[in-house]
């Protein structure tokens, strides 16, 4: 392929949602096939790709806590529940031949590798997969600020967050057929407004180290290969 990546580097977020397709709970393998293949064309033009997967397919430490849990033991099973979703995204990719590593920002000897942010970039650059999980390693964060956090940390050149949606909207297309899509949005903007695309600390987080987030509808097809040979899918969160 000549087509020449604009960006080097990604930090990809996928939500746990995103890997229930059809299902109410847990993981669709068809779906994880999809995103593997999507996935593995970024691979293939030689774009450096990290992961970071939620883990509301399973559980959120915040739905647990409303049902009656503790908040923290809720968001305990919350981060583990996306190691198991890294698991089995590291399957998929592996099964189509993308060399892949899962690290956990919580120590599980035996199962995953302990997150090591210079052993990280080593394998990015190896051309490897490396999937970050256990989210940052503490209660109540989201998997959005862990994302945005990891991102900085390996100086991606960009966060793209996967929703079911093509981007960011003035109100919710699914419910106001009006609503329109915003192609740019400044991290002020999106704060002022209350846009619930990220959760605060991932967009002030973003804001504070200045790394543009790209909100994108991984559903459609070829979607994550545009925008990484700079397509202007969705709408782009920057200065
Ligand atoms: N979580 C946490 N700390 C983190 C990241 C995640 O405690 O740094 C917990 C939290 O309970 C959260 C759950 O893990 O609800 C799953 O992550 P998230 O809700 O971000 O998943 P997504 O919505 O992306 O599927």
Redesign the pocket.
């Known amino acids: 392929s000549k087509s020449q990546p604009k960006y080097k580097r990604v930090l990809l977020k996928l939500?746990?949602?995103a890997l229930m397709g059809e299902e109410d709970f847990g993981i669709d393998p068809k779906v994880m096939d999809r995103m593997a293949l999507e996935i593995g064309q970024l691979v293939g033009i030689g774009v450096q790709v990290g992961l970071v997967i939620?883990?509301?397919?399973l559980?959120?430490?915040?739905s647990l806590h409303a049902a009656g849990l503790d908040r923290v033991t809720?968001?305990h099973m919350?981060?583990l529940?996306?190691v198991m979703n890294a698991l089995a995204m590291r399957d998929a990719l592996e099964r189509s031949n993308i060399s892949t590593r899962v690290m956990s920002a919580i120590p599980m000897s035996g199962i995953v590798e302990h997150y090591d942010r210079r052993r990280a970039i080593r394998d990015l650059k190896d051309g490897d997969v490396v999937i970050f999980s256990a989210?940052?390693?503490?209660?109540?964060?989201?998997?959005?600020?862990?994302a945005c956090l990891r991102g900085i940390e390996i100086d991606a050149d960009v966060v793209l967050k996967a929703t079911k949606v093509d981007g960011v909207y003035t109100a919710d297309p699914m419910k106001d057929p009006d609503a329109q899509r915003y192609d740019r949005l400044t991290y002020d903007q999106v704060l002022d407004m209350k846009l619930g695309v990220m959760d605060l600390t991932a967009i002030c987080l973003c804001r504070d180290h200045n790394m543009p987030v790209r909100v994108f509808d991984m559903n459609k097809a070829g979607a994550l290969t545009n925008i990484v040979v700079g397509s202007d899918e969705g709408t782009l969160i920057e200065e």
């Open positions: 939500s746990g949602e939620g883990g509301g397919n559980f959120r430490g915040a809720g968001d919350g981060m529940a996306t989210g940052t390693g503490n209660p109540f964060f989201t998997t959005d600020s862990a």
